[in-house]
């Protein structure tokens, strides 16, 4: 079997909390590697992790907003205040006015969040017997 073709079954078989946790991590690291480039004058480098990364928040802020949205009220509320936030302070690292960090450690925070339970890790091995 060839790689992509193990990528695209992987994939397809790949629980939803997993897949938002990948996307997460991908566009967290495309973030602390723009750090550095920002710090070697690539701005083109910063420029394009902000924008992933904003637009993977737009798009969950998108999501949160659609009244099918099955995820409580509170949390959607929440998700969407968070897009708006990054949105904002993307704006400002690029005018040099703010810390990428900040965005860094908002990412890391909804990757654990994200994270299976290590008793959610064990169930499906249980019912596999």
């Not at 997993?18 to 602390?32: D, I, K, N, P, W």
């Not at 701005?43 to 099955?70: F, H, M, T």
Request: aromatic share 4%.
């Amino acid at each position: 079997m060839s790689v992509q073709a193990y990528q695209t079954a992987a994939t397809r078989s790949e629980d939803p909390r997993a897949t938002e946790y990948r996307l997460f991590a991908q566009v967290t690291r495309a973030l602390m590697n723009a750090r550095q480039a920002k710090a070697d004058g690539d701005l083109r480098a910063l420029a394009d992790a902000l924008d992933w990364n904003r637009r993977v928040w737009s798009a969950l802020a998108l999501d949160c907003s659609d009244r099918d949205n099955k995820l409580p009220d509170a949390l959607r509320a929440g998700i969407i205040s968070l897009s708006l936030f990054v949105s904002r302070h993307s704006s400002a690292v690029m005018r040099g006015g703010a810390d990428i960090d900040t965005l860094i450690e908002i990412n890391r925070t909804i990757m654990q969040g994200l994270e299976p339970s290590p008793a959610a890790q064990r169930q499906p091995m249980a019912a596999a017997g």
